[in-house]
């Protein structure tokens, strides 16, 4: 075969094996752009585990008319514009591929409005037919709607686990944004029926809405500051004992990451009072300037690498050491 450039709809769609991985992974990246737009009230609405419809509603500063078209553009985003932007990022997109990489493999329709604008816009794709913007009608803000993903890549759409685990999925994504933006109001409905509604509150009380009461009041706060760095949060006595790692929340930066440097903290500062097979428990976030660590590790973006990880590691396990020493105590003392 002669070597040839691959069209834009193939890049695309090879971009979104990465990035869209499921409609879990859409749904992120649509929540993603909901909070960076400074959305104070985020509507979920999925239908069929998102396969069918993951429709995301905000109230933030909306996409004007003209650059609609971009917004499903390739490498075209409204937040970054050079290598000195994305080493300072504190955004939670900057790559400007999801939209495309989304709308490349369903049929994705974009209403929007600016304050300013006397009426919203909308376009919709399917697969990489863009068609031109027509008048809407909506308040200020944005809806996304993805119908039918995967419609065109038959490969994909195979790998689709049931209704019930890709829901499940759905709702994990939806936790993880819900917990890091406590000052947002939020609400993910399920085929036509409400399943968390959640209204703008305290860090401490989002943290008790999303994951309960049992385990908030086993919990300790902790908000620890050395060197720039800063991790505060919940973590749970080690009588709150669990047989998964279900309750393991890690942000960077108001990101939610896996990694293993600081699980390896983690673990090690409830090696002492943690036995057998039993899992701690937390909602810890992590701050530090954002120059010392890179988020542009994968597309996905939960993964991250620390300019200086030994530091990082100490910080965490002397900052839980500390609160896990102080946790039987104070729970003890606060019980009735
Ligand atoms: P990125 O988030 O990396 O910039 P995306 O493909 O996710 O890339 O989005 C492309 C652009 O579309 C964003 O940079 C932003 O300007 C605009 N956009 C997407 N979603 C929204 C939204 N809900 N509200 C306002 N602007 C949005
Ligand atoms: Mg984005």
Redesign the pocket.
């Known amino acids: 075969m002669q070597i040839k450039l691959l069209s834009d709809q193939l890049i695309s769609q090879i971009a979104a094996g990465e990035v869209v991985e499921r409609p879990a992974s859409a749904l992120k990246?649509l929540l993603?752009?909901?909070v960076?737009?400074g959305s104070t009230q985020i509507q979920v609405a999925l239908q069929q585990g998102g396969t069918k419809l993951l429709k995301?509603t905000?109230n933030?500063?909306?996409?004007a008319k003209d650059?609609l078209a971009l917004?499903l553009t390739r490498h075209?985003?409204?937040?970054i514009q050079s290598l000195e932007d994305l080493e300072q990022v504190g955004?939670l997109?900057?790559?400007?591929?999801?939209?495309?990489s989304i709308a490349s493999i369903s049929r994705t329709v974009i209403t929007?409005r600016q304050q300013a604008a006397s009426h919203a816009w909308q376009i919709s794709a399917e697969g990489a037919h863009g068609q031109p913007v027509s008048p809407a009608a909506l308040d200020a803000g944005?809806i996304?709607e993805v119908h039918d993903l995967y419609f065109n890549t038959p490969a994909r759409r195979k790998f689709l686990k049931t209704e019930n685990t890709e829901f499940g999925h759905c709702e994990d994504a939806f936790t993880r944004i819900a917990l890091s933006r406590s000052n947002i109001g939020f609400l993910l409905q399920h085929n036509g029926k409400a399943v968390m509604r959640l209204a703008a509150n305290t860090p401490q009380q989002r943290i008790t809405d999303v994951l309960g009461n049992e385990f908030a009041s086993q919990s300790v706060w902790l908000d620890e500051e050395s060197a720039g760095l800063r991790l505060w949060g919940m973590t749970a006595s080690p009588t709150y004992q669990r047989h998964s790692r279900d309750t393991q929340y890690v942000f960077v930066n108001g990101r939610f990451v896996r990694d293993k440097l600081i699980a390896h903290a983690i673990k090690q500062a409830y090696q002492d009072v943690l036995h057998g097979d039993k899992h701690p428990a937390f909602v810890l976030f992590l701050e530090l300037d954002p120059s010392l660590v890179d988020v542009n590790v994968h597309p996905a973006k939960t993964e991250v690498r620390f300019r200086e990880s030994q530091a990082v590691h100490r910080f965490i396990f002397h900052s839980l050491h500390k609160a896990l020493g102080k946790t039987s105590a104070e729970i003890q003392a606060s019980q009735p």
């Open positions: 990246e993603e752009n909901s960076d737009a995301v905000d933030g500063h909306g996409i650059e917004a075209a985003t409204s937040k955004s997109g900057f790559r400007g591929e999801a939209l495309a929007s944005t996304v």
